[in-house]
């Protein structure tokens, strides 16, 4: 099964930064993943690294292309995004704008262009029985 580790997944920097009430979204709805070992009897957790160039759309897809999270065709993709209230997506979207437009993002993030791939959290979980 895919799943996501929550701690890793709310050190990505547009939930740290940007939009900490996805922390409080996911966090309910995330399954620890040494309960889901637990559950299953024991099993192999692999971390699936999400690549620069990822086309899927998920909500890590645009790690380094932050632009993206700005398109409301790319958020529409994002159940999150219509979980959260409107007042919570604004605020953390015109931050994330203005950071973009004054090249503050990239004074932080620049490293992240340099990646091919970065570990989000996402973890493939696997039962062999």
């Known amino acids: 099964m895919l799943t996501w580790d929550q701690d890793v997944w709310e050190s990505f920097w547009l939930i740290r930064?940007?939009?900490?009430?996805?922390?409080d979204l996911d966090r309910p709805r995330a399954i620890p993943i040494r309960d889901l070992v637990s559950i299953l009897g024991g099993a192999r957790v692999v971390a699936v690294p999400?690549?620069?160039?990822?086309?899927?759309?998920?909500?890590?897809?645009?790690?380094r292309r932050p632009e993206a999270y700005l398109d409301p065709r790319v958020r529409a993709g994002i159940s999150t995004y219509a979980l959260m209230s409107a007042a919570d997506r604004e605020r953390g979207l015109r931050a994330l704008a203005a950071d973009l437009e004054s090249g503050s993002w990239q004074e932080r993030h620049g490293q992240l262009l340099e990646l091919d791939a970065l570990d989000l959290g996402y973890r493939l979980v696997v039962a062999e029985w």
């Open 50 to 63: 999400i690549p620069h160039d990822c086309v899927d759309g998920m909500h890590g897809a645009f790690w």
């Open 17 to 23: 930064e940007y939009l900490p009430c996805i922390r």
